[in-house]
């Protein structure tokens, strides 16, 4: 199906609380292109750390950041991210990553070069993008923008579901997640926070059919259909 109005949705919410698997059907549902943009800095992170660089060295990060070119591309129905041309989809999920992307994040530079990379991905409408900054800063003027959240302890318990947490302890994927939700709701630049327009998803007890039903009914409400 291709949902009749080319809308442009936010989703933002802090780490594990189910923004991408949600964003992904969302958009499947709606015909529409999904955008992963925490993808974005979890390449630009595996880029810093295969040269060699140490993440919290601000310029030397930053140069490698404005020379890697990062791609975002459909394959078999599902996004795949690509660093130098080079499909980089599951190195960006290990542990090490996790560890050093926050660091990353807070980066100015490199978050002014990744939020011009995903303007221009989202101008023509007809997309989810999710992240942590699409509704206070990427997309201020989104028709639609939700911040999605769940307890910690949900979001700990999927996390070692989905084996992300690779042979982590519960308490300690809690203890990571509450470290990353730290440094990215108090760093300077694009924190983590609800933009004063978002619609407030809480998704403890919901499944993800049922988050995808309700964001698709605000997009019909939105879209006026
Ligand atoms: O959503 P994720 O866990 O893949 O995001 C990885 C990291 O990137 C996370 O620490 C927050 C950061 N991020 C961000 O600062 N801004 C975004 N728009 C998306 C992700």
Known sequence: M???KKLTIAIDG???SGKSTT???LAKKLGY???DTGAMYRAITLAVLQSGADPSHKEESEKIAAKSLIELKIINGTQQTFLDGIDVSSQIRSPQIDK???EIATNAAIRKLMVRQQQRLAENGGIVMDGRDIGTVVLPTADLKIFMNASIEARALRRLKDQSGQGLSLEEIKKDIERRDHIDSTR???PLKK???ARELDNS???IDEQVEIIFKWAKEVAQI
Request: hydrophobic share 50%; proline share 8%.
């Open 2 to 4: 291709t949902f009749p």
């Open 14 to 16: 802090p780490a594990a």
């Open 23 to 25: 964003a992904r059907l």
């Open 33 to 35: 292109v999904y955008i």
């Open 100 to 102: 050093a992307v926050s």
């Open 188 to 190: 300077k630049d694009g």
């Open 195 to 197: 933009a004063a327009d």
């Open 205 to 207: 007890s919901l499944s």
